[in-house]
């Protein structure tokens, strides 16, 4: 079982930068792909960026939404994967989740876990 815990959301002004934290409890973190999505009420939930694990290389990706602004990164020591916004627009106001995902070789079973999220709203 692994618990998400999400923290770093709050009121920014549009143009500034926050950076999201992802802390994963158990020791299997690095062999877990990482991806932060994000929701507005109403709409459906967007996959914003995501970092494989390292058996995958820890390739990232990122929506064309955020390309250039935002950057996933993972400290496998500490079992923490980051989101670093920058250039904030009004658009990025949503709930920010982390998800932790693999497949376990021996069963081939889904590994799907989810963080209750954090607000990250941006205004003037």
């Known amino acids: 079982q692994v618990q998400l815990v999400e923290s770093g959301g709050g009121l920014v002004q549009p143009g500034e930068s926050l950076r999201l934290s992802c802390f994963a409890s158990g020791s299997a973190f690095p062999s877990f792909s990482m991806t932060w999505y994000r929701q507005v009420p109403g709409k459906e939930r967007e996959d914003i960026a995501s970092q494989s694990g390292s058996y995958s290389g820890g390739l990232r990706r990122n929506a064309d939404s955020v390309k250039g602004r935002f950057t996933i990164s993972r400290d496998n020591d500490k079992n923490i994967v980051y989101l670093q916004m920058d250039s904030l627009k009004p658009e990025d106001t949503a709930r920010y989740y982390c998800?932790?995902?693999?497949?376990?070789?021996?069963?081939?079973?889904?590994?799907?876990?989810w963080g209750r999220g954090t607000q990250v709203t941006v205004s003037s």
């Open positions: 998800n932790a995902w693999a497949r376990e070789i021996a069963t081939n079973k889904e590994l799907d876990y």
